[in-house]
């Protein structure tokens, strides 16, 4: 009987605290089901705990089935973990003593009235046992289950004709009579109760039946079918080995959803139509374990020898065995659970329909146990799944294509991170170079302009100043502007023999310079024929030579003043007339030696400086020269 767990009393964590050591603020909050015994009195033909329900030793697990829960209960309490909801599953709960029973019970109900403001805190109403049981021995246990006001979770199957025929004795007998007249009883039962059945492609065989079935037990045995359920049946190793050739063959997703269309088109507008849309297909919901994004971060089964396993449908199976109560830590307990599920779902990788799926973000792709023993990736009743969600659009919205990428991206990031790292590789690798130059968006933000930059930096007030290379030409004194920042050019004509000559402040030498003294004055002259430079084989106009001359060998200027130096380039151009060509453009920079190693450092600090002085900054002339 595969059974998953609801998941609507999973709680948030509490923002209140008690005095009480039971009010204590619980870092995790689990669901707990505690099955004290795999030893079953049925042998039920699709029962996916296979032998274990015929090996199993009901004496020892009776024995000791009391202790291991209080054991499990007092653990949990020390590692701060509050079971929110304690439920009994079996094998069969009720082949232990009364007496054992009795026990179990209250305990559960002490320990849920011990945390009822936890509880309370976290909206969480039970306060009684609950337990699956095959109804077998229910009328001899009526009183006890009565008394304690346990809430009643019966097996059966659909249509009945079928319980007969496969949920026999262990002598193989048919007990369908009995059966019914317990049905009739646990109509009469004065606390919480419900059906579930599970369906294999045999019991849909006869869906007309099926229906019958239902109504019979609502109308004539009198119990309320809203409270019903139904599971799908899916192929178990375990059960495998244990019925061979007998095993039931699961129903296919189109049977899954005739049946769903069958009984829609029966109950809608009758009694049951609240049952049908509210419980009966509950298990396909998000308000499952089935749909939980891992269940083993919340979900957790003890046994009578202390292992913990994921749920009913992981007993026996390694692969969701977490550890033992008597021999781990819970925090490791936990810690493996989240792990262990975690890579299961890793193992079968996630398929390209839920990764496009617009309700990832519901159905977190279905149970890992199924998905072992399928061998598939995505929810044996995904078509179901998605009929429902159909049906209920405003309580299962399909997310938006943006919502559903982004839940994608972190979905992937956080359950397939290997997937996703490989997804980012492929894209890297995938990138080609833009068509386009890229540039930084913040270029253009107003303190990153050049001008900006300069007002930033004394130095380069100096660099850029319109006011500290004067040329004399001839008769004119000629203010030399920085060629980033001019607004408009100048030609000049210098004819061999003309007067040429630079002053400066002798300061400019003291800028950026703790020793003028190793300072000089530092001419770059460039022509308009055109060569390529460099990595980026950028156009430029060509050096033609480079010019230093030491500070001190400047003299005073004749012209501008005792702060000022100057020297004379006449001779210097007349040395290199043969590099200056008739009708091309010459270009002559001016700077000092330290202003220039300032300026190159300024661009390996500054990548907006860079990018806008990429081309020579210094203040500079433009000439022919005849
Ligand atoms: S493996 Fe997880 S999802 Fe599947 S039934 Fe168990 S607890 Fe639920
Ligand atoms: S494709 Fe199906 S199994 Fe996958 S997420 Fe969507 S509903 Fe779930």
């Known amino acids: 009987m595969p059974d998953s767990v609801p998941i609507q009393w999973l709680a948030r964590p509490s923002a209140q605290a008690s005095a009480r050591p039971a009010s204590q603020n619980y870092q995790r909050h689990i669901h707990l089901l505690y099955s004290p015994t795999l030893g079953c009195n049925l042998s039920c033909r699709y029962c996916y705990l296979g032998e274990q329900t015929s090996s199993a030793q009901i004496k020892q697990d009776a024995e000791r089935a009391v202790a291991t829960l209080t054991h499990a209960l007092a653990k949990l309490e020390e590692a701060q973990v509050l079971a929110f909801n304690v439920s009994l599953h079996g094998g069969e709960v009720t082949v232990m003593p ?22 309370h805190a976290l909206g969480h109403k039970k306060n009684a046992p609950h337990i699956k049981t095959n ?75 099926f229906i019958n079935d239902i109504w019979y037990i609502h109308r004539e045995l009198g119990f309320d079918m809203n409270q019903f359920n139904l599971m799908f049946a899916f192929a178990s190793d375990l059960n495998q080995q244990e019925q061979g050739a007998l095993v039931l063959e699961p129903a296919s997703k189109t049977e899954q959803l005739a049946l769903y269309e069958a009984l829609h088109a029966e109950f809608i507008g009758t009694e049951l139509e609240d049952g049908l849309r509210r419980n009966w297909f509950d298990e396909f919901k ?230 003028p003294v190793r300072n000089t004055l530092y001419l770059q002259m460039l022509r308009d024929t055109l060569v390529e430079y460099g990595d980026e084989q950028r156009s430029k106009q060509a050096h033609l030579f480079t010019w230093q001359l030491y500070a001190d060998f400047l003299r005073p200027s004749d012209k501008m003043g005792t702060d000022y130096v100057m020297t004379d380039l006449a001779p210097l151009l007349a040395m290199h007339r043969d590099l200056f060509l008739p009708g091309v453009l010459n270009n002559l920079f001016f700077t000092t030696q330290y202003l220039r190693d300032y300026h190159y450092q300024k661009q390996k600090q500054n990548a907006f400086y860079h990018i806008q002085a990429i081309n020579l900054p210094f203040q500079n002339l433009e000439f022919f020269y005849l």
């Open 98 to 119: 009364p007496a054992v029973l009795e026990q179990m019970f209250s305990l559960i109900s002490d320990y849920y009235l011990q945390h009822f403001d936890a509880l």
């Open 286 to 515: 998000p308000s499952y374990c089935t749909n939980a994004y891992n269940c083993g971060e919340r979900f957790y089964l003890l046994q009578s020898d202390g292992s913990v396993y994921s749920c009913v449908r992981g007993q026996g199976i390694a692969e969701f065995c977490y550890g033992n109560i008597f021999k781990d830590s819970i925090e490791t307990i936990l810690a493996n659970g989240a792990r262990q599920i975690a890579t299961i779902h890793q193992q079968y990788g996630l398929d390209s329909d839920c990764g496009s799926c617009s309700h990832l973000s519901l159905c977190h792709t279905g149970c890992p146990v199924v998905k072992f023993q399928s061998k598939q990736a995505k929810s044996y009743t995904c078509d179901l799944q998605k009929h429902i969600y159909r049906d209920n659009p405003l309580s299962y919205p399909a997310d938006t294509p943006a919502r559903q990428q982004a839940y994608l991206r972190a979905y992937t990031h956080g359950l397939h991170p290997a997937l996703a790292m490989q997804q980012a590789l492929q894209q890297t690798q995938q990138q080609t170079p833009a068509a386009s130059v890229q540039l930084p968006n913040d270029l253009y933000q107003d303190k990153n302009t050049l001008a900006a930059l300069i007002a930033q930096d004394e130095v380069l007030q100096s660099l850029y100043s319109a006011q500290v290379f004067f040329l004399e030409l001839q008769e004119e004194i000629v203010p030399l502007s920085s060629q980033l920042l001019k607004t408009n050019s100048t030609h000049y004509i210098i004819a061999q023999g003309d007067r040429c000559v630079i002053h400066l402040p002798r300061a400019l030498f003291a800028v950026a310079c703790d020793e």
């Open 135 to 209: 109804l077998f021995k229910f009328a001899s246990q009526y009183d006890l289950l009565c008394k304690h006001k346990v809430s009643v979770s019966a097996s059966i199957d659909l249509p009945l004709a079928l319980h007969g025929k496969y949920r026999t004795t262990r002598s193989g007998a048919d007990w369908l009579e009995k059966t019914i007249e317990n049905l009739r009883l646990l109509a009469k039962y004065p606390h919480p109760k419900k059906i579930s059945a599970t369906i294999s492609k045999e019991h849909l065989a006869d869906i007309p039946a």
